[in-house]
C-alpha cells in the first residue's frame, strides 16, 4: 500500500513539474506579445502626432493663402458679399383727429408740429401709410474695420440714415466709430423703428428729439471696462444738427418785421457742436437682467424759424440730461417680462428774437426747464405672442421769459396698449391703441386723439443681431 501511494505521488509530482512548465513557457510567450504591441502603439502614437501637426501647417497655409489672395485682390468676390436685408413697414391708421387737425396740432413749448418743415412722421395719414424701406448693409472690410450703412427709402425720398465704420480689435477694450450714426443717448435712441417695442415713439423723445432722435455726423469712443459685470462708458462729438435742440447754422434779423430796419447777424456755433457722455452698467440677478444708464449732451443752440408765420429764432444753449433703466426677467426659453423707462430733462438758456404787434424786434431773454418719461411694461406670454403697455408724461415744461414764466401746459400724458404676433423673426404684426392729450392747436386749446395703428414690419436677408 505504501508503495502504491508513493508512486502515485511521484506520478503527480512529475505531471505538476510539466504542467508548469509549459505555463511557464506560455506565459513568456504572451509577455513577448504584449511587448511588441506596446511597441506597435507607440509608433502608431508617434504617427499620429506627426500626421496632426502636418494637417496643422497645411491649414495655416491654405487660410494664409486665403487671406494674401483677399487683401492682395481688391477685387475678390469675397469681399463683395456682405450682409443685405431690406425692412418694410406699413400701416392702417384710424384717428379720431381729422388729417388737416393732426398736422395742424403740437405740443406746446416743444415743437411746431410734427410736420414741420415738410417733415411727414410714421403713420401720418388715417387710412394706409407706407411708413418705409429701410436697406440695412454691412460687412468687414478688413481685420481692422467693419463698415454699416443704413438707407431710408420713402415714397419721394432717399437718405442716408446711417453710414458709418467702427474698428475691431482696438486695445485696452476701446472701440472707435465715425460716420453718421445715432447717438449711444439714452436707451431707445440709437434703437432703428422696427425694433421698438411699439409702433411710435414715446412722448418725450418725439416733443424733445423729433421724429428722427439723436441721429448726427460724428464719432465715438467708448470703452468696455474689464469689470466682473457689463460696463460700457464713452462719450461722443458731433456736428450738432439736430434741429430742436442744436443746430450749427447762424441767422441774420432785421430790427423790423417789414426787413426795414438794421440787420443783425448771429454766427455759426464753433464746429464740432455737440458733445455727449454715457455710462451704461448691467448685471444680472438670477434670471432678472437689469440694464441701467446716465446720459449727458450738451452744445450751442441756433433755430432759425423767420420764414414762419410768427418769424422768431433761437440763439443759446442747451444741455439734456438722460436716465435709463431697463429689466428683463426670463420665465423660460419663450417667456419673459420686460420693463423699460427713461426720464429725460432739457434745459435751454439763451435769447429769443421775435416781434411784438407793432413789428419792432424784440429780444427777451428766454430760458427752458421741460422734462417727462415713459415706462413700458412688455409680457411675452407665448413663442409668438406679445402684450404691452405705455404710459407716457410730460410733467415738467416751465419757459420763462425775462424771468416771467409762460405758463405752458404741462399735463401733458398718453396712454398705449399693443398686442403683437410673430409668424417669425423676420415678420411682425401689431395691432396698438392710443390715447393722446399731448396735442393743442396754437391758441392753446387741446385736441384729445383716439388712434388705432395695425403694422405689419417685414423683412428679408441677412441682418446683424439687435443688442439686448
Known amino acids: ?65 486665403s487671406i494674401d489672395k483677399i487683401l492682395s485682390n481688391p477685387f ?16 392702417y391708421v384710424n384717428r379720431s383727429l381729422t388729417d ?24 401720418a395719414e388715417r ?23 443704413v438707407f431710408h427709402l420713402g415714397k419721394d425720398s432717399f437718405e442716408i440714415e446711417e453710414g458709418y465704420f467702427q474698428t475691431r480689435d482696438l486695445p485696452y477694450n476701446l472701440k472707435l466709430k465715425g460716420g453718421k450714426f445715432y447717438s449711444e443717448f439714452g436707451r431707445l435712441n440709437k434703437q432703428h423703428h422696427h425694433v421698438w417695442n411699439f409702433a411710435d415713439a414715446p412722448l418725450i423723445y418725439r ?6 432722435n439723436l441721429n448726427e455726423t460724428g464719432i465715438q469712443l467708448s470703452w468696455l471696462a474689464p469689470t466682473p459685470f457689463y460696463l460700457l462708458t ?62 449727458y449732451a450738451r452744445g450751442k443752440t441756433r433755430i432759425n424759424h423767420l420764414e414762419d408765420d410768427n ?41 429769443r428774437f421775435g416781434y411784438n404787434n407793432s413789428g419792432n424786434l424784440q429780444t427777451p431773454r428766454l430760458e427752458k426747464k421741460q422734462a417727462g418719461f415713459y415706462v413700458e411694461g412688455i409680457y411675452k406670454f407665448a413663442q409668438r405672442w406679445r402684450a404691452g403697455l405705455r404710459y407716457d408724461l410730460i410733467n415738467k415744461n416751465d419757459l420763462f ?23 417669425s423673426e423676420f415678420s411682425r404684426i401689431r395691432l396698438q391703441y392710443n390715447y393722446d392729450k399731448s396735442l393743442f392747436t396754437g391758441n392753446l386749446e387741446r385736441k384729445p386723439n383716439h388712434e388705432i395703428i395695425l403694422q405689419f414690419n417685414l423683412a428679408i436677408g441677412a441682418h446683424g443681431a439687435h443688442g439686448f
Open 234 to 295: 464713452g462719450f461722443e462729438v458731433f456736428q450738432g444738427d439736430n434741429e430742436n435742440n442744436f443746430n450749427r447754422n447762424g441767422f441774420i434779423v432785421n430790427t423790423k418785421k417789414d426787413g426795414s430796419g438794421d440787420n443783425i447777424k448771429i454766427s455759426d456755433t464753433k464746429k464740432p457742436n455737440l458733445f455727449t457722455f454715457f455710462i451704461k452698467p448691467s448685471f444680472d440677478i438670477g434670471n432678472t437682467s437689469i440694464l441701467t444708464g446716465v446720459s
Open 100 to 123: 388737416d387737425t393732426y398736422k395742424s396740432v403740437q405740443i406746446p413749448g416743444f415743437n411746431h408740429g410734427f410736420f414741420h418743415d415738410g417733415e411727414s412722421p410714421l403713420n
Open 311 to 351: 418769424p422768431h429764432a433761437l440763439s443759446g444753449d442747451t444741455k439734456i440730461y438722460g436716465f435709463e433703466l431697463t429689466a428683463r426677467h426670463t420665465l423660460d426659453s419663450y417667456r419673459y417680462l420686460l420693463l423699460q423707462s427713461e426720464y429725460i430733462y432739457r434745459k435751454f438758456d439763451g435769447t
Open 207 to 212: 416733443a424733445i428729439f423729433g421724429e428722427h
Open 1 to 65: 500500500m505504501k508503495k502504491y501511494l508513493l508512486a502515485t505521488m511521484a506520478l503527480f509530482t512529475f505531471s505538476y513539474a510539466e504542467n508548469a512548465e509549459d505555463l511557464k513557457k506560455e506565459l513568456e510567450k504572451q509577455r513577448e506579445i504584449i511587448i511588441k504591441l506596446q511597441e506597435r502603439l507607440n509608433q502608431l502614437e508617434q504617427q499620429q502626432e506627426v500626421l496632426n501637426q502636418t494637417k496643422e501647417k497645411l491649414q495655416n497655409l491654405q487660410t494664409e493663402s
Open 76 to 91: 475678390s468676390q469675397a469681399k463683395f458679399a456682405p450682409d443685405i436685408s431690406l425692412i418694410t413697414d406699413f400701416s
Open 401 to 423: 421769459v425775462n424771468g416771467r414764466n409762460r405758463n405752458l401746459p404741462d399735463n401733458m400724458y398718453k396712454y398705449s396698449a399693443m398686442i403683437d404676433f410673430l409668424p
Open 127 to 149: 387710412g394706409f401709410n407706407f411708413n418705409y424701406s429701410e436697406m440695412y448693409i454691412s460687412s468687414s472690410v478688413d481685420p481692422y474695420f467693419d463698415l454699416v450703412g
